[in-house]
């Protein structure tokens, strides 16, 4: 089951041979219906338009706005914007009241809109006309270019895999270019394209993806926001654990206006308070997680944790918290307002959780190992047998490494980081076996900070000095850690 390798040099071909044909580089192609939509904005852009963006509920959803935002912004007067409350994405009833109320002649949706045709018509019927720049699965619709809405979705370009963020860039680049304009903006908005590809754990062994990843690893201490939090180990730790979550509690907590404001504001002094408030924001979401997981109904067994919670726009962090605890898949549910059970799911390892709920007719949406689940109580059974049948974590990792040399641990550290960066989730773990001498332990500690991202420490021995390390290859929680590593 396992490979046995003592010396560099298998490992090298292993890595290089999963690692070939990688590049990085901004494809030049054109975005399915990008003429209609570049005419639209065109027009809108000579006459003077009032604008308004529809921020979506995510990290994501930030990032591609406020490239949108900051674009109009430099053109035209300060566009609106709007975002829903309670995590939901797209089009209802409210927010489309709302945008109707407002007065402005264009709404670009960024990160969700594709399948609100409905509403999407109703909003034209006011007056307004629609733009949509998305990334997410088209459900029952198929008028993408209407009279007065073109909609723009990379599921039916050629690449399918681009954040939302890298969607409105790449759009933003096509458009001043037939302009024939400058994109002042671009090197800014790339560090949040890159952002947002690592928030919407978009695959980085796609080579746009790793472009902007790659670029924001390089230039993120431009931007004011990423110099605010601190953070130890690798720049990968600012984003994970402190950007991304600080971003998302507020609007879990319906702080929306705050998140907005957090992602556009540029000046050092106003971020700083604004990072303060979230902060209380974030800790008040974190003591709801906790008391919620108390309070809820906690079901567990060897496979997997059951969470009936009440506060739903949590559960995805609840689920997260679960999964951390007990190294199980976990969902976390709530009763919605519609009567439905709703909810996030949250798994360990690199497992295709999410086919397996689609696969037998429930609604599931997201990430492979962090999706939304929605389901009535008819199906709730049939998911705790779903729970039951996942395989054991973590997988069995393809290859044991033997070493007892400092020098080539670290030649072996460097090549599973850059390994690392060229993998994605479907990649099995490697297993690295660190004999180490007692000098050597703080070397130890060393490596456990240079490689983080999803891996375990596993002592078979018990002995002291002898440490066994399982590295998951995960590109997407380890480039920036990757770059820490190049840059000794
Ligand atoms: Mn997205």
């Not at 720049?133 to 459900?139: A, C, F, R, S, Y």
């Not at 060393?446 to 375990?456: R, S």
């Amino acid at each position: 089951m396992f490979t046995q390798v003592e010396s560099v040099k298998p490992l090298k071909e292993y890595i290089a041979e999963r690692s070939e044909g990688l590049t990085e580089d901004l494809r030049v192609y054109a975005l399915p219906y990008e003429e209609q939509a570049i005419n639209m904005m065109r027009r809108h852009l000579l006459s003077g338009s009032h604008f308004g963006i529809l921020f979506d509920v995510d990290v994501d959803g930030l990032a591609s706005g406020l490239i949108m935002y900051e674009f109009l912004g430099e053109l035209e007067e300060t566009p609106k914007t709007f975002m829903n409350i309670d995590k939901e994405h797209g089009l209802n009833d409210a927010i489309t009241a709302e945008i109707i109320q407002s007065g402005i002649d264009i709404l670009v949706i960024v990160d969700a809109g594709s399948s609100d045709i409905h509403h999407i018509k109703q909003i034209n019927n006011a007056g307004i006309e629609v733009l949509v720049l998305d990334h997410h699965e088209i459900e029952g619709n198929d008028e993408f270019v209407g009279a007065h809405h073109v909609i723009v979705n990379v599921c039916m370009g050629e690449n399918t895999e681009l954040s939302a963020g890298g969607v409105v860039f790449k759009f933003i680049e096509r458009l001043t270019a037939a302009m024939g304009m400058d994109y002042t903006l671009r090197n800014r908005h790339l560090n949040w394209a890159g952002l947002s590809v690592i928030s919407d754990s978009c695959s980085l062994l796609n080579d746009e993806n790793r472009y902007m990843a790659r670029h924001l690893s390089e230039n993120f201490r431009q931007e004011q926001i990423f110099g605010l939090p601190k953070y130890y180990g690798s720049p990968r730790s600012l984003f994970s654990f402190q950007v991304i979550p600080m971003l998302n509690a507020q609007i879990r907590m319906n702080q929306t206006k705050r998140a907005i404001q957090m992602v556009l504001e540029r000046s050092k002094r106003r971020l700083t308070d604004l990072w303060d408030q979230g902060t209380e924001t974030l800790n008040e979401a974190r003591s709801l997680v906790d008391s919620n997981i108390k309070n809820g109904r906690v079901t567990k067994n060897a496979n997997f944790t059951i969470a009936q919670i009440t506060h739903g726009t949590l559960s995805g962090l609840i689920a997260n918290k679960l999964v951390k605890e007990r190294g199980v898949p976990a969902i976390a549910i709530y009763r919605s307002k519609t009567g439905t059970i709703r909810g996030s799911f949250r798994g360990p390892g690199t497992h295709h959780y999410l086919d397996y709920f689609q696969e037998r007719g429930i609604w599931a949406k997201g990430h492979q190992a962090a999706f939304g689940l929605q389901f009535t109580d008819a199906e709730f059974e049939m998911i705790a047998d779903l729970y039951n049948s996942f395989p054991s974590y973590p997988p069995s990792p393809e290859i044991i490494l033997n070493t007892d040399n400092l020098t080539e641990t670290f030649t072996y550290m460097r090549d599973m980081a850059r390994f690392n960066e060229l993998a994605d989730h479907r990649l099995q773990p490697f297993l690295l076996k660190v004999n180490l001498q007692a000098p050597q332990m703080s070397v130890y500690g060393k490596l456990k900070t240079i490689i983080d991202g999803p891996w375990e420490i596993k002592d078979f021995t018990e002995k002291p000095l002898t440490r066994t390390i399982i590295v998951k290859p995960c590109l997407d929680n380890s480039i920036l850690g990757y770059q820490l590593l190049r840059d000794r």
